[in-house]
């Protein structure tokens, strides 16, 4: 991907690998944060706490009982887009996942993964 290049956001990055940059693997994009007129893309949005928002209001219910509310900070949070290094089969980043606060994202020993039946 090219700077200045446009994007197609829902197709390009919603729930694209998100790997730091040691290329450990720390979560998929959850939500993109829009700012401006014309929109552009001021952050990234990851966490467990996200996704409920994404989905139809009983499902929506029932992911937020199993993922909790959205709490910023602890299972919600901002990745900002100047973080982005590159964005090819997954979306690199500049700095490590610990600097950033991210954790494990999809690594199998996380609880919400292991109960994913493909696992």
Not at 64 to 82: D, F, K, M, S, T
Request: include cysteine.
């Amino acid at each position: 991907m090219n700077p200045g290049e446009p994007i197609f956001i829902a197709h390009r990055l919603l729930d694209e690998q998100i790997l730091d940059s040691e290329g450990k693997r720390c979560g998929r994009v959850d939500d993109i944060e829009l700012q401006g007129s014309p929109p552009r893309i001021t952050g990234l949005l990851v966490g467990a706490g996200l996704y409920p928002r994404r989905l139809p209001g009983r499902l929506r219910r029932l992911a937020r009982r199993l993922a909790g509310e959205e709490r910023w900070g602890a299972n919600a949070l901002r990745i900002p887009w100047e973080e982005v290094d590159e964005i090819n089969a997954a979306v690199h980043l500049r700095g490590k996942a610990e600097e950033l606060g991210l954790g494990n994202g999809d690594d199998p020993e996380n609880w919400m993964v292991r109960m994913l039946p493909w696992n």
